[in-house]
């Protein structure tokens, strides 16, 4: 499966963005899909993860109550929206695709990567 993210950009903080994920190839709702993130001189953060038809999801703890994420299987595309969006949020933004059959995935059973979107937050 092949990935491409999109809908990063410079936003205040307290803004909001909406994060895309476009899947192509393979049964996209048969990977369980996530987000992860790199800020400058950091190792990359899990965000969040959802379950193959998107009725399971889990957030970092970092961003509970401000980030969700959802997917549409008819369009393969999954989503993070992004509220109340802090300078600390600030960092390249992954999607990836598991096949693993563990909940959440491990880090490691991400066998696909999209080329990630920029998310900068202004104080």
């Known amino acids: 499966v092949q990935l491409q993210a999109s809908g990063g950009g410079l936003v205040q903080a307290g803004g909001s963005l909406r994060l895309s994920c476009a899947a192509s190839?393979?049964?996209?709702?048969?990977?369980?899909m996530g987000w992860f993130r790199q800020a400058p001189g950091k190792e990359r953060e899990f965000v969040s993860a959802?379950?193959?038809?998107?009725?399971?999801?889990r957030l970092a703890d970092s961003v509970k109550g401000r980030f969700a994420t959802s997917r549409d299987n008819a369009k393969n595309t999954m989503y993070l929206l992004m509220n109340s969006l802090k300078p600390e949020d600030t960092a390249v933004y992954f999607c990836?695709?598991?096949?693993?059959?563990?909940?959440?995935?491990?880090?490691?059973?991400?066998?696909?990567w999209g080329q990630g979107t920029q998310v900068t937050v202004s104080s």
């Open positions: 990836a695709a598991s096949g693993s059959s563990y909940w959440p995935p491990p880090e490691r059973t991400y066998n696909y």
């Open positions: 959802i379950g193959r038809l998107g009725g399971s999801t």
């Open positions: 190839g393979r049964a996209f709702s048969s990977y369980v």
